[in-house]
């Protein structure tokens, strides 16, 4: 007590000076004894910072640390030294240390230092020059200027830079800062929630992608009820508007045509189509906010068997080809055809298996099949081979006009749709492998940006993807070399490339 009432009435400049920094930036830490301080500039860029893991064998690194670097000192980077990319808005903070020596603030300088975990040592090194100058030209009382200069030349310094990591792990720990940073933000601001219409805390509600927030208890009622029903098409932000948009956009996407029109590439169909509205992390993050262990296993395993269903429904509509009855009299049961290679088939309600092509109880390959007529590799009739035969065609050729001839121009051209669109399913549903369970507790677990480190959404077990092996927090796993997934931090799944369209057997005309 008496040393700060000595301080209050203290009257040396120094001691002032510390007391009306710390009056401002409640966050410097002073010790007035030793008229010191340290005070962390923050790093937040409001526009967003590109940051990337590049390889490490990129020729513009040196052992040096993280990186930052102003694009003149970057060698051209070709993107496939890339590895992954992320925009943050918070970099970890700039730590000013200082000391009021003597003879400060006419005679002598301050005594300070800059440090930062992503800066290059050159722009440090140019700040402390600059610092030092501001002094040299005012000679008087700098702490406040020196710390608002650092806040404003810190920003500017990076919007033209990059940040460049070959370290996973540092690269990974600056996601995980900014992480950190926005949900503390989130959690300081106040919410009014969609559904009941109170007010509260971020920390005890959610916001969706589209920014619409909602309290935990509103979303926890709303999801796990929809879930229990098995309205898988609800599961979603329940705001109004974002309702109608995905209503609409499904509508949208139930036409073959509007895949066709819009020619997409493999990748968005997957997001369309195969990626739930709402992802396992922040479905388990609403349903773990008031339910137990055990509900919110159940309700995420629930959620994936519906979501499934659900879009072998959507598929098999636009592409009636991917389904069949079973032929069993009383089972009715529609079944979608994952690989159309497979003519075996088997009914996931009363287990028939059977032939595809000539519907009898399921046949060896060596025995002949009776192929019905509107069964085995066709589109509306147009078997595959005549449809492949007629892509290889020279556009006018006068094989092209026999076959269009032959099926009908409009039955040609739909077919081709078919086939076509079906090849992209085909090799959607073999990359279809971006869900894993956790080999802790088994839960589903998306694999979200490329990287084969997982983390486990509901008991944080970190794990590899590619191996299922339970991992430490880092990333030994990939970066030593007697690991069995050395340097495949981001290699991709396997079987991507190899499956296609070779029909197994042959398409026998009979
Ligand atoms: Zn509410
Ligand atoms: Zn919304
Ligand atoms: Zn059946
Ligand atoms: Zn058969
Ligand atoms: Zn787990
Ligand atoms: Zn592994």
Same mark, same amino acid.
């Given at each position: 007590?008496?040393?700060?009432?000595?301080?209050?009435?203290?009257?040396?400049?120094?001691?002032?000076?510390?007391?009306?920094?710390?009056?401002?930036?409640?966050?410097?830490?002073?010790?007035?004894?030793?008229?010191?301080?340290?005070? $962390?500039?923050?790093?937040?860029?409001?526009?967003?910072?590109?940051?990337?893991?590049? $390889?490490?064998?990129?020729?513009?690194?040196?052992?040096?640390?993280?990186?930052?670097?102003?694009?003149?000192?970057?060698?051209?980077?070709?993107?496939?030294?890339?590895?992954?990319?992320?925009?943050?808005?918070?970099?970890?903070?700039?730590?000013?240390?200082?000391?009021?020596?003597?003879?400060?603030?006419?005679?002598?300088?301050?005594?300070?230092?800059?440090?930062?975990?992503?800066?290059?040592?050159?722009?440090?090194?140019?700040?402390?020059?600059?610092?030092?100058?501001?002094?040299?030209?005012?000679?008087?009382?700098?702490? /406040?200027?020196?710390?608002?200069?650092?806040?404003?030349?810190?920003?500017?310094?990076?919007?033209?830079?990059?940040?460049?990591?070959?370290?996973?792990?540092?690269?990974?720990?600056?996601?995980?800062?900014?992480?950190?940073?926005?949900?503390?933000?989130?959690?300081?601001?106040?919410?009014?929630?969609?559904?009941?219409?109170?007010?509260?805390?971020?920390?005890?509600?959610?916001?969706?992608?589209?920014?619409?927030? /909602?309290?935990?208890?509103?979303?926890?009622?709303?999801?796990?009820?929809?879930?229990?029903?098995?309205?898988?098409?609800?599961?979603?932000?329940?705001?109004?508007?974002?309702?109608?948009?995905?209503?609409?956009?499904?509508?949208?996407?139930?036409?073959?045509?509007? =895949?066709?029109?819009?020619? /997409?590439?493999?990748?968005?169909?997957?997001?369309?189509?195969?990626?739930?509205?709402?992802?396992?992390?922040?479905?388990?993050?609403?349903?773990?906010?008031?339910?137990?262990?055990?509900?919110?296993?159940?309700?995420?395993?629930?959620?994936?068997?519906?979501?499934?269903?659900?879009?072998? $429904?959507?598929?098999?509509?636009?592409?009636?080809?991917?389904?069949?009855?079973?032929?069993?009299?009383?089972?009715?049961?529609?079944?979608?055809?994952?690989?159309?290679?497979?003519?075996?088939?088997?009914?996931?309600?009363?287990?028939?298996?059977?032939?595809?092509?000539?519907?009898?109880? =399921?046949?060896?390959?060596?025995?002949?099949?009776?192929?019905?007529?509107?069964?085995?590799?066709?589109?509306?009739?147009?078997?595959?081979?005549?449809?492949?035969?007629?892509?290889?065609?020279?556009?006018?050729?006068?094989?092209?006009?026999?076959?269009?001839?032959?099926?009908?121009?409009?039955?040609?051209?739909?077919?081709?749709?078919?086939?076509?669109?079906?090849?992209?399913?085909?090799?959607?549903?073999?990359?279809?492998?971006?869900?894993?369970?956790?080999?802790?507790?088994?839960?589903?677990?998306?694999?979200?940006?490329?990287?084969?480190?997982?983390?486990?959404?509901?008991?944080?077990?970190?794990?590899?993807?590619?191996?299922?092996?339970?991992?430490?927090?880092?990333?030994?796993?990939?970066?030593?070399?007697?690991?069995?997934?050395?340097?495949?931090?981001?290699?991709?799944?396997?079987?991507?490339? $190899?499956?296609?369209?070779?029909?197994?057997?042959?398409?026998?005309?009979?």
């Amino acid at each position: 007590m008496e040393a700060e009432d000595d301080i209050e009435f203290s009257d040396d400049l120094r001691t002032q000076e510390l007391q009306s920094v710390k009056t401002i930036y409640p966050g410097c830490r002073v010790d007035y004894q030793a008229l010191s301080g340290a005070i $962390e500039v923050p790093l937040k860029i409001e526009l967003g910072i590109e940051i990337k893991l590049v $390889e490490p064998d990129t020729p513009s690194q040196g052992s040096d640390h993280p990186v930052l670097k102003k694009p003149s000192e970057t060698l051209s980077q070709s993107p496939d030294q890339v590895l992954t990319k992320q925009t943050v808005h918070n970099l970890p903070p700039i730590t000013l240390t200082f000391c009021l020596p003597e003879n400060y603030p006419y005679d002598e300088a301050p005594a300070f230092t800059i440090q930062s975990s992503v800066l290059s040592k050159s722009i440090t090194t140019g700040l402390t020059e600059d610092l030092l100058q501001m002094w040299n030209d005012y000679k008087d009382q700098i702490l /406040f200027n020196m710390i608002d200069f650092l806040m404003e030349r810190a920003q500017s310094e990076l919007l033209v830079t990059t940040v460049d990591f070959t370290d996973p792990e540092q690269y990974y720990n600056i996601i995980d800062y900014n992480k950190t940073v926005l949900q503390k933000e989130f959690d300081m601001q106040t919410f009014t929630c969609e559904i009941c219409q109170e007010d509260y805390k971020g920390s005890v509600c959610l916001e969706f992608e589209c920014r619409h927030a /909602f309290c935990n208890q509103c979303l926890y009622d709303y999801f796990s009820s929809v879930i229990t029903t098995g309205e898988v098409d609800k599961v979603h932000c329940p705001n109004f508007e974002c309702t109608k948009k995905f209503v609409e956009t499904r509508k949208e996407y139930s036409n073959l045509e509007t =895949w066709m029109e819009r020619n /997409f590439p493999v990748e968005e169909i997957i997001n369309v189509l195969l990626t739930p509205s709402i992802s396992l992390a922040l479905l388990t993050k609403i349903l773990k906010s008031h339910g137990t262990p055990e509900e919110v296993e159940s309700g995420i395993k629930r959620y994936q068997e519906m979501f499934k269903k659900s879009q072998y $429904e959507f598929i098999g509509n636009l592409l009636p080809n991917r389904l069949v009855d079973c032929p069993r009299t009383g089972c009715s049961e529609v079944i979608f055809r994952k690989d159309l290679n497979d003519k075996l088939v088997v009914c996931p309600r009363c287990a028939y298996a059977f032939c595809n092509d000539c519907q009898n109880s =399921w046949h060896a390959r060596f025995v002949i099949c009776k192929k019905l007529a509107d069964k085995g590799n066709n589109y509306l009739g147009v078997p595959v081979d005549d449809i492949e035969y007629y892509l290889l065609l020279e556009k006018d050729s006068y094989e092209r006009k026999a076959l269009r001839s032959k099926y009908g121009r409009a039955r040609m051209k739909r077919a081709i749709d078919e086939f076509q669109m079906d090849q992209l399913f085909n090799k959607m549903l073999h990359e279809d492998k971006s869900v894993v369970a956790c080999p802790n507790c088994e839960i589903g677990i998306e694999k979200t940006d490329g990287c084969n480190k997982m983390k486990c959404s509901q008991c944080l077990t970190n794990f590899c993807f590619l191996c299922g092996e339970i991992i430490g927090p880092n990333y030994d796993h990939f970066s030593l070399p007697d690991s069995t997934c050395y340097k495949k931090l981001f290699v991709g799944m396997a079987g991507a490339e $190899e499956d296609h369209l070779n029909p197994i057997g042959v398409l026998d005309d009979d």
